[in-house]
Structures are given as structure tokens and as C-alpha cells.
């Protein structure tokens, strides 16, 4: 994360057109300062296969999100309900 040099606010990833030619800077909201510094802005992309990727909840364990009480319905004798 880089921080502006004149007023201390969080610089961000912003593309700019110079031409023909798209350049992507770090900018400030704030004050309008840029940095020019490719490198930074892109900043370090991991990439991984798909053997080192983990799954944090398989399909059988999954959360709902939606919340849910405890009644009887009379049509088809679940005890669910979901409520949104």
C-alpha cells in the first residue's frame, strides 16, 4: 500500500490514457497527486494451480446465509422455513 507524499492519503491503482497508450498509475483521491511507477501499482500477483488451491467449504457443508425458524408447513410436512 502506498500513501501520498502531500497529503498522506492512500494512493490507488488508476488507468490513464496517454495516446494510444494505457498507463496504469497510483492516484490520490484527495489532493490529485499520481505516481507514474507502474511497478507499484500493479503490485505482486500470486497465482496458483489448481492442486495447491484449497476448498474452505465443500458442497456437502455448506452455510446458509439466509436465516431460518423451526415451523411446520401443512403442505408438505417440512419443519424449515427460510425467511429474506
Known sequence: MEF????GSR????T?????QVLLVL?????G????DEAK???NI???SLKQMV?????????SVLPTIQVACSKCGNNSAYAW
Do not use: F, M, W, Y
Open 27 to 31: 492516484s490520490c483521491r484527495k489532493c
Open 11 to 14: 494512493l490507488e491503482p488508476k
Open 41 to 43: 501499482a500493479k503490485g
Open 16 to 20: 490513464v490514457k496517454l495516446g494510444t
Open 46 to 48: 500470486i497465482t496458483h
Open 55 to 63: 476448498s474452505v467449504i465443500d458442497k456437502e457443508n455448506q452455510l
Open 33 to 36: 497527486q499520481k505516481t507514474n
Open 4 to 7: 501520498c507524499k502531500e497529503c
